[in-house]
T-cell receptor, first 114, second 114 residues
C-alpha cells in the first residue's frame, strides 16, 4: 500500500457527461501528480500541483481541469466526456516540489465512457 | 524534450534464469531514472532509481539496474527470476533541468514461466 488513495475505483458514465476523480496524497506529501494510462497513449503525465498551486502541465486536454485543496487532496475534473477518455487515471504524490524523489502511485480510477 | 524507449513489448524468461528489461532514454540535462512495476489491477510500485553516483543501483525485490551514460541506457536486471515477477515494467525519466514531468516508456510485459 503506497499510502495514496483514490476514489472511486471504477466509474462508468456516458459521453458528454462530467466526472470528478479524487485523490488523497501520502501523509506529508505536498506534490500531487495526475497521469492517464490508456492502451493507445500509454502512461501520460497530465498535471502537477504543489501545496495548492499548479506547477507543471503535460498533455492535459482543455476539457480537463484539476485543483489541490488546502488539506492537500486533489480532484481531477473531466467534462464533455468522449469515448476516447476511457482510461485508467492515476494520482501520485511526492514530498517536495522540485525533487528527485520517487512518486508514489495510488491504485487508480478506471473510467469507462459509454 | 525528454523521452524513454522500451524496445521490447514482452520479455519471456524461465524461472531461475537471469532477466533483463531494456530501457534507453533521451534528455537534454542530467537524467533522473526510475523503474516501476505494475501488477494487474494495481497502481505502479516504485522499484529503484538512479540520481547520481554508482552506476549499479539496487532496488526492491532483488532487482537492480545499470546506468550507462554513453549508451543512454538504464536496463533493469535480476539474477534469478521468479514466477511472481511476472508483471508490467515501466522505465521513466525526469530531466533534472526541465521541471517535474516524469516521462514513461511504453512498458514491457515480463513473463516468467515455471
Amino acid at each position: 500500500d503506497s499510502g495514496v488513495t483514490q476514489t472511486p475505483k471504477h466509474l462508468i458514465t456516458a459521453t458528454g457527461q462530467r466526472v470528478t476523480l479524487r485523490c488523497s496524497p501520502r501523509s506529508g506529501d505536498l506534490s500531487v501528480y495526475w497521469y492517464q494510462q490508456s492502451l493507445d497513449q500509454g502512461l501520460q503525465f497530465l498535471i502537477q500541483y504543489y501545496n495548492g498551486e499548479e506547477r507543471a502541465k503535460g498533455n492535459i486536454l482543455e476539457r480537463f481541469s484539476a485543483q489541490q485543496f488546502p488539506d492537500l487532496h486533489s480532484e481531477l475534473n473531466l467534462s464533455s466526456l468522449e469515448l476516447g477518455d476511457s482510461a485508467l487515471y492515476f494520482c501520485a504524490s511526492s514530498a517536495r516540489q522540485f525533487s528527485y524523489n520517487e512518486q508514489f502511485f495510488g491504485p487508480g480510477t478506471r473510467l469507462t465512457v459509454l | 524534450a525528454q523521452s524513454v524507449a522500451q524496445p521490447e513489448d514482452q520479455v519471456n524468461v524461465a524461472e531461475g534464469n537471469p532477466l533483463t528489461v531494456k530501457c534507453t532514454y533521451s534528455v537534454s540535462g542530467n537524467p533522473y531514472l526510475f523503474w516501476y512495476v505494475q501488477y494487474p489491477n494495481r497502481g505502479l510500485q516504485f522499484l529503484l532509481k538512479y540520481i547520481t553516483g554508482d552506476n549499479l543501483v539496487k532496488g526492491s525485490y532483488g532487482f537492480e539496474a545499470e546506468f550507462n551514460k554513453s549508451q543512454t541506457s538504464f536496463h533493469l536486471k535480476k539474477p534469478s527470476a521468479l514466477v511472481s515477477d511476472s508483471a508490467l515494467y515501466f522505465c521513466a525519466v525526469r530531466d533534472s533541468g526541465a521541471g517535474n514531468m516524469l516521462t514513461f516508456g511504453g512498458g514491457t510485459r515480463l513473463m516468467v514461466k515455471p
